[in-house]
């Protein structure tokens, strides 16, 4: 993902950092921003603490929520600290190598979130269409080497990327700022690669999930008329809702945080932006690994579970990985 697709090469927007004035505004405003980091790294952290331990949740959909927790988390300790300092002061206050670091760890870790996601989508998919295949098929060793992969891939591309970009320089560091323009070729090549693949990934078999999620509680309904169980029929219907829901908020929070980023990125190339609009679409698509945490404590009873062993220090008690946490 493009960390700056603004056309701002050829000047510099400012050539020294504006002194600021220490407020309570200003205070206020740094603490949001340290509560904003302690919330996406603490809160991935209890999720990859609870997915590692307990052994319950060693399923192969896991890995892949693990894959998405680790670079949600990432986000968290390296990047956004230095994003959002360089919002609150409108200049970039740390130095080249601070720099050069941020920009390429934002790439890699925000295009590992949604691939991460992308992969779930389809995880979900063949695990709804064909059960019986997918339980013998995929298992928890093969689902770490298809994450594995998935981030020395995508580490790769980006050495690749900064490497053939000229990422010296292409990269703006003058006084105040901090940011990375793509030439038009590779600023092409990351847009498919990085947004429109793995969101078209996304969209595509959560759609399909949704059909044959349809047709299996269609197909129950049916059965359970005909056999008078109208209990049944209830808790089917209760559970399709729910688990719609659940889809749908998640899906569209993510998709809601990439989008506004991509189009800003897209019109930086044909009219000029403002760095202050763009640094806040920016922090929006930070922001997701923060909300990561809280959607998975409002709507997964098992994460709940996991979070009071954690905090309860329960999962230092002998044999605590056995716990039921389902």
């Known amino acids: 993902m493009s960390v700056m697709g603004l056309n701002q090469t050829d000047q510099c927007l400012r050539f020294s950092c504006p002194e600021r004035s220490v407020s309570t505004l200003y205070v206020l405003t740094y603490v949001c921003a340290a509560a904003v980091v302690l919330l996406t790294v603490c809160g991935n952290l209890l999720i990859i603490i609870s997915v590692c331990h307990f052994k319950q949740l060693h399923t192969p959909t896991n890995m892949l929520i693990l894959s998405l927790a680790v670079s949600d988390c990432l986000v968290g300790a390296l990047v956004m600290p ?81 490497y053939f970009n000229g990422y010296f320089t292409n990269l703006v560091m003058c006084p105040g700022d901090c940011f990375l323009v793509l030439d038009e ?15 078209s990934v996304i969209i595509i078999f ?11 509680a269609t197909a129950i309904r ?5 056999t008078r169980t109208s209990k049944s029929t209830a808790d089917s219907m209760k559970s399709e809702k729910k688990a719609a829901k659940v889809l749908a908020i998640l899906v ?71 716990m039921s946490v389902l």
């Open 252 to 322: 569209s929070v993510f998709l809601g945080c990439l989008f506004p980023y991509f189009i800003y990125t897209v019109l930086g190339y044909v009219i000029e932006i403002e760095m202050g609009t763009f640094q806040k679409v920016l922090v929006l698509l930070y922001l997701n690994s923060a909300v990561n945490p809280v959607l998975y404590a409002l709507f997964y009873p098992w994460f709940r579970k996991c979070v009071k062993l954690i905090l309860t220090l329960q999962i230092f008690s002998t044999d605590s990985s056995l």
């Open 185 to 199: 070729v590779w600023f092409l090549v990351d847009l498919l690669l990085g947004f429109v693949f793995p969101c």
């Open 206 to 216: 959560y759609v399909m999930v949704f059909v044959i999620a349809r047709k299996h």
């Open 82 to 162: 230095m994003t959002l300092s360089w919002m609150i002061e409108t200049c970039w206050v740390f130095s080249a190598a601070q720099c050069l670091c941020n920009v390429f760890f934002s790439y890699l870790f925000t295009t590992t979130s949604a691939y991460s996601v992308a992969l779930i989508a389809v995880d979900r998919y063949f695990a709804l269409s064909n059960p019986f295949l997918y339980t013998k098929a995929v298992t928890v060793n093969t689902m770490c080497i298809v994450v594995l992969c998935n981030w020395f891939l995508l580490l790769l591309y980006y050495l690749v990327l900064q």
């Open 222 to 226: 049916n059965l359970n008329m005909q």
